[in-house]
């Protein structure tokens, strides 16, 4: 049978908003990303077993990314998004993560354009491209240096699935591949998150 | 904050040279560019000998397929080398794009597209630039549809029917007696006899006039039967899988999700009710079709009405005894595609 106590911890710690950067391959077609993580929430589990006591992370973060990748022939993506991020820390420092993310897009078409206009006469167009509205979900492992080695980083690997809207009255979907690092300044953006620990007890009943 | 500002612009500056305008005259070009129109960004590569200041002009079969699986290696090795081939991504296919545009996805929209893709080929790389149409599959409809209007003659120097359909009402009646007769002549000769009974029982069951959905099915059906033949084999799909995403960047996501939402499009229906077979008689250019023996997708008599209908003087009719309905993919006969092509072109450009 297991307890559990719930108990708030440190209401006035703050919290250094963490810089993360990484390379954004739509598969093999390159891309950069660039972002922030703001930590809204920790529960810190810590579960007593017969091994010993284990203590688990459970954060949410506010994130806001900026990316991009480049699909040779096909179009630039630039797309901005915020996201909510679930993240799982063991304390190895070994991290999943799920991370839904909405935002905007605007991609830029690989080539020249054309228009025709109704004489016949062919111009081009400028920074051709369309604007859409964008959604994703990733998910990834990554390692939390900080937690063994008492370094500000991490480093991850996530996998996220993006959909577009309107193309062509239909949806655009791609997959992405991220590969990155996350750098916890000492003190940059400060900000508090709401902070609690639980423990889970295994207790045996005869 | 000033970083992300300065990143936008850095990205903008380096997608911005995308777009400038490369136009190459000479041999082994590979170049791509778009076509906007109605809502739609067209992609058209253009691969191979511009200096030939000729341009076999593809129009891909679908609605909804698209140009990549043309761009295969018998494409490169025997046509491009001599003339510039153009592969020409339609609107809602392979790696067009497009927001709300759904509306525009109308046959006289693309045949609309179809005449500003060769207005932007002649205004590219020149004028005096001969221009040559090869519809292959559905790309029969926006050629010919295209091709009945007398003053758009002038804009190209010959027409390629290929596996094509410019009557879908036609098609159906020819595409269910080819079903029949090679169900009859396989069962007959032993060869996979239970798939041909079953070829054979939907036929029995589907009599003419045939309804829209009973020419989706037959659709379906004579593209299954691709696959029964011994004597050429089925292998666009394996065949573009292997070699092309890679090489030509396709958009391969793009290209399924295009595909998708073309087979729901009502364009399908509206096709239905077209028929160019009428308007023929206005077609006055050289003619050359080309089919396959065993293509019941698009078979031969379908090739012959618009043979038999044109006014065209010079015109010339083919048939591959050893190919289904993509004659010019591995399996079939694409060598002798690509000779007919090339000789087409050699006597009219």
Known sequence: ?206 | MRKNILYLVISIFLFGSCQNENITIGEGVSETFYVQNKGASMRVLVEGNTASKVILLVVHGGPGASSYVYNNEYFSKLIEPKYAVAYWDQRIAGASQGGSNLENHKIEVIIEDLKEVILTLKSRYGNDFSIFLCGHSFGGMPTAGFLVEPQNQDMVKGWIFANASHNYKLNDKYTHDKLVFFANDQINKGKKVEEWKAIKKFCDEKVPPFSFDQSFQLNIKANQTLNYFDEFSNQSAINFAINSPLRDHVALTSAFINLYVSQKSPLNKQLWETEYSSKLSNVKIPLMTISGYFDSTCPTELSNDVYLNVSSVNKERWESPKSGHNIMDKGNDPEFFCEKVNGFIAKYK
Request: with cysteine; glycine share 6%; net charge positive.
């Open chain 1, 1 to 206: 049978m297991n307890a559990q106590n719930d108990t708030l911890i440190n209401p006035n710690r703050s919290f250094s908003t963490n810089l993360k950067i990484s390379y954004n391959s739509s598969l093999i077609y390159p891309g950069l990303r660039i972002g922030t993580e703001t930590l809204i929430k920790r529960i810190e589990l810590s579960k007593i077993k017969k091994s010993g006591e284990k203590q688990i992370f459970r954060d949410r973060l506010f994130t806001t990314n900026l990316s991009m990748y480049h699909h040779k022939t096909f179009h630039t993506n630039i797309y901005a998004t915020v996201g909510y991020t679930f993240r799982r820390t063991n304390n190895k420092g070994v991290f999943i993560e799920f991370c839904p993310e909405i935002g905007y897009s605007r991609t830029f078409l690989s080539g020249t354009t054309y228009v025709v206009n109704d004489n016949g006469n062919v111009s081009v167009r400028k920074l051709a491209g369309y604007n859409y509205l964008l959604a994703s979900v990733g998910t990834g492992v990554g390692y939390d240096f900080s937690k063994t080695k008492s370094k500000p980083l991490s480093i991850f690997c996530k996998v996220n699935f993006i959909a577009m809207y309107p193309n062509n009255d239909f949806l655009y979907m791609r997959p992405a591949i991220e590969l990155g690092f996350v750098y916890k300044p000492h003190a940059f953006l400060l900000h508090k998150a709401k902070m609690s620990k639980k423990s889970k007890n295994r207790r045996h009943e005869n």
